[in-house]
């Protein structure tokens, strides 16, 4: 199949009551490992690139490899940009072909949130691109003192929220419920009785950021609460990364670079299909 928006993703997720993976990537073997793991688990995927992520492998050839690599397969992907700093690098990516941007806001106040927000939003929807919206500040695991990781953690409001979606008409949110981004120092309390009231004041389809080290049962209520969309983005870094370091140990002195590339790319491909079946998505193409 080919290349969707967000909303249909999402659409179908939130009545199939599972939630779409979505998972950063900044080149080719980590783009195959997700696109693999989606088609041998005929699993609905969004492809993610954080602003770092697009500039290391220029939008225009970003967009152009997802749409090669799926353009044969039945499943149905979506290009999306992750953390949108600024209008103007969210809505570079329009020009690039994303068919869903997110716009991150949420270091500013809410108003100047939501005036931006709303901008995003008009020139997107001429487009027919998606867009996601962020409440609370979903920060780094890791910045928090130690033992303290909530700390850097700010809890959304849930009438922050409602406003919020009425004024910008995002189409998807993002919202802080003890999430964050990164290797979580302590099991994460997400705060359900928080996402609850967000779903039943915003009815719109709602994001998990911070993915990684999430435990599958928090991931499946959360999903059963209204959340369609999971984010997930160290786990394979760390994956990959960890691989690479052992199999280069194991092969010193050997160049032949798609030999050394292989098994990381398959131990990302398998930690994808492990966040594929946590999000309930398999089978769901
Ligand atoms: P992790 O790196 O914690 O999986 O978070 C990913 C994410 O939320 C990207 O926006």
Redesign the pocket.
């Known amino acids: 199949m080919s290349i969707v928006t967000n909303t249909e993703l999402l659409d179908r997720a939130k009545n199939g009551h599972y939630a779409v993976p ?1 998972f ?1 990537t900044c080149n080719l073997e980590y783009m195959q490992a997700i696109v693999f793991a989606a088609e041998e688990l005929k699993s609905p995927v969004i492809i ?1 690139a ?1 602003k770092s992520e697009v500039d290391y492998m220029n939008g225009h050839v970003f967009v152009a490899l997802v749409k090669a690599m799926t353009a044969d397969l039945h499943i149905p992907v979506g290009i999306h940009l ?2 949108g700093p600024t209008h103007e690098e969210t809505v570079r990516c329009l020009h690039y072909g994303f068919k869903s941007v ?1 716009y991150d806001g949420s270091s500013h106040s809410l108003e100047e949130n939501i005036a931006v927000t709303r901008e995003v939003v008009k020139v997107a929807h001429a487009c027919g691109v998606h867009v996601e919206g962020e409440v609370g500040v ?1 920060g780094q ?1 890791a910045n928090g003192p130690e033992g303290k990781q909530n700390d850097m953690i700010g809890i959304a409001d849930p009438k922050e929220c409602e406003a919020f979606v009425k004024e910008t008409g995002i189409d998807s949110l ?1 919202a802080a419920i003890g ?5 979580y120092k302590k099991k994460p309390e997400l705060r359900f009785d928080i996402l609850e009231e967000i779903e039943r004041r915003t009815n719109i389809p709602l994001v ?6 999430i435990p599958e049962e928090d991931l499946r209520k959360a999903i059963t609460m209204g959340v369609c969309k999971i ?7 760390k994956g990959c990364l960890e691989t690479l370091v052992d199999t280069l140990n194991k092969n010193v002195g050997d160049w032949d670079l798609m030999k050394q590339m292989t098994p990381a790319r398959e131990k990302m491909k398998e930690i994808a299909k492990q966040h594929i079946i946590m999000c309930m998505s398999d089978h769901k193409a």
């Open positions: 979505a950063n993610s954080a992750d953390h997110m979903i695991a993002a999430n964050a981004h990164g290797i998990l950021h911070g993915g990684t080290g984010n997930f983005s160290t786990v394979m870094r």
